[in-house]
C-alpha cells in the first residue's frame, strides 16, 4: 500500500511539474489555479450527461470545461480590455460557484462534492481496486497513467512549439504559427492532469504540483529543457519527503507533499539568493 500512495503522488506529480514549467514560462500560473477550479461544473455536467462517475468521462467534461475557460478569459481580456488578472478571477469564480449550485441542485445524493473534489486523500488511494487481467490496481491508476502518456507525448513531439509559443509569441504568429491553438492545447493539458487526480490527491495539492517544483526549477536554470528536468526532481523529491514528514508525524500525506515541495523551495531561494549576495561582494 505504501508504494502505490508513493507512486499515484508521482505520477501527479510529474505531468503537473512539466507543465508547471511552461505556466511559469507564460506567467500564466494563477490560470492554472483557476482551470483548477473552474473544470468543477464540467465534471458534474459530465456525471449528469452520463450517469456515471466514470473517470473517463469526467476527464472529458472537465477537458472542455478547461478549455472554455480559457477561452472566456481571453475574451474578456483580448475584445473588452478586462485586465488579464481581473478576468481569471471572474471567470474561475463564476464558473466554480455554478459547478457548487449544480451539485447542490442535481448531485447532493450521491458522493460527488465540493470537499472531495478539492482536498481528496491519496492514503484511500489503496482501498479503491479493480483487476486488469491478474492484477489488482488502485482505480485511480489507470487514468494517470494515461494522463501521463498523453502529457509527455505531446510535450516531447510538439516541444519546438510550445517552446516558440512560449518565449516568443509574436515571432511565432509572424511565422504563420497558430499561438493560440498551442495555447488552449496547453490548457487542455493541464484540465485532464487536474481532474485525473481530483479523487485520488485533490486541488490543493496539483496547484502546489503545477507552481512549487517548477519555481524552484526556475532559481537554478532558466533554459527550459533543464529547467523541466529540474522540476521534475524536485517533485519526485517532495513526493519522498513529504511521505516520511507524513509518517513520521502522523499527518495528511497530501498536506505533507506540499509542505515538502515548499521545503525544497525555500531551500533553492535561500542558496539562490546567497548566490547572488556573494557575487555582489566580491564586485
Known sequence: MKYEIILTAILVALPCSMLGCFLILRKMVMLGDAISHAVLPGIVIAYLVFD????????????????????????????????EDAA???VFTFLFALGVILI?????????????????????????????????VPVALPPLILVNAIVFFILIVFYP???????????????????????????SLVSFTTVAAFES????????????PAASAYLWSKQLKTMCLLSLGFAIASVCIGYMIAQQW????????AMGSGILFGI???????????VRNKQ
Open 201 to 212: 490527491v485533490g486541488a490543493i495539492l496539483v496547484i502546489a504540483f503545477l507552481v512549487v
Open 161 to 187: 512549439y510550445f517552446k516558440l509559443s512560449t518565449f516568443d509569441s509574436a515571432f511565432a504568429a509572424g511565422v504563420g504559427m497558430s499561438v493560440g491553438l498551442w495555447n488552449y492545447v496547453l490548457m
Open 104 to 136: 447542490s441542485v442535481f448531485a447532493h445524493n450521491i458522493d460527488l462534492d465540493q470537499d472531495c473534489v478539492l482536498y481528496g486523500e491519496i492514503v484511500y488511494v489503496p482501498l479503491h481496486r479493480m483487476d486488469i487481467g491478474v492484477l489488482s
Open 52 to 83: 456515471s462517475r466514470d473517470p473517463w468521462m469526467m476527464l472529458w467534461g472537465a477537458g472542455c470545461t478547461g478549455v472554455l475557460t480559457t477561452l472566456c478569459i481571453e475574451i474578456l481580456h483580448k475584445r473588452f480590455n478586462v485586465q
Open 268 to 278: 533553492s531561494f535561500v542558496i539562490h539568493t546567497s548566490g547572488k549576495v556573494i
Open 250 to 257: 502522523d499527518v495528511s500525506i497530501s498536506a505533507s507533499i
Open 88 to 90: 481569471i478571477g471572474v
